[in-house]
T-cell receptor
Framework: AQSVAQPEDQVNVAEGNPLTVKCTYS??????LFWYVQYPNRGLQFLLK??????LVKGSYGFEAEFNKSQTSFHLKKPSALVSDSALYFC?????????????FGAGTRLFVKA | NAGVTQTPKFQVLKTGQSMTLQCAQD?????MYWYRQDPGMGLRLIYY???????DKGEVPNGYNVSRLNKREFSLRLESAAPSQTSVYFC????????????FGPGTRLTVT
């Protein structure tokens, strides 16, 4: 079965420090991977995706993610965290079994950036 | 572009009442989705519509019905609301032919008493 795991419920980081939010996946075939962010009382917003190509993907708000096929990981990173980055982050994978029409979301990781 | 819009933003229902949540997108996307989000449960797919004229069950379809009215609009109906349906409901859309990422509406916070 295809799945996504976010092993940390919460990540705490000081403003200005680098941040990493972890994600591992299990899929058949080539993975289509996504990161979304959710601010309080808002819907999810798309941050970035990996479909093919360079393993380092750049997205919105200075975020990037590194695709690692051998470790089946797609960790979200940012070189210097901002307080405004505090939010709930979801990793997701496209479900190829349903023809790609569904997306499987991880449980989410809450990021706290302290000033 | 408004993106994905949902109405209403908030709703309180009594057990047994019915209601329809409305969703519309103006991005010409072919696929649309309804999710519910509960604390500690992440996002769970209720129903989806791969393209206009088709709908399919997701992970938690019981107690819900959907209608893909046209390419823009995808509604979710609760026929007889139950307290277990208290949740935040999100509609989303995507272009599953080329870009795949989903775009979400602002959500509807539903309380069933």
């Amino acid at each position: 079965a295809q799945s996504v795991a976010q092993p940390e419920d919460q990540v705490n980081v000081a403003e200005g420090n680098p941040l990493t939010v972890k994600c591992t996946y299990s899929v058949s075939g080539n993975p289509y991977l996504f990161w979304y962010v959710q601010y309080p009382n808002r819907g999810l917003q798309f941050l970035l995706k990996y479909i093919t190509g360079d393993n380092l993907v750049k997205g919105s708000y200075g975020f990037e993610a590194e695709f690692n096929k051998s470790q089946t990981s797609f960790h979200l990173k940012k070189p210097s965290a901002l307080v405004s980055d505090s939010a709930l982050y979801f990793c997701a994978v496209r479900d190829s079994y349903t023809g790609g029409f569904k997306t499987i979301f991880g449980a989410g990781t809450r990021l706290f950036v302290k000033a | 572009n408004a993106g994905v819009t949902q109405t209403p933003k908030f709703q309180v229902l009594k057990t047994g009442q019915s209601m329809t949540l409305q969703c519309a997108q103006d991005m010409n996307h072919n696929s649309m989705y309804w999710y519910r989000q509960d604390p500690g449960m992440g996002l769970r797919l209720i129903y989806y519509s791969a393209s206009e004229g088709t709908t399919d069950k997701g992970e938690v379809p019981n107690g819900y019905n959907v209608s893909r009215l046209n390419k823009r609009e995808f509604s979710l109906r609760l026929e007889s609301a139950a307290p277990s349906q208290t949740s935040v409901y999100f509609c989303a859309s995507s272009d599953n032919l080329s870009s795949y990422e989903q775009y979400f509406g602002p959500g509807t916070r539903l309380t069933v008493t």
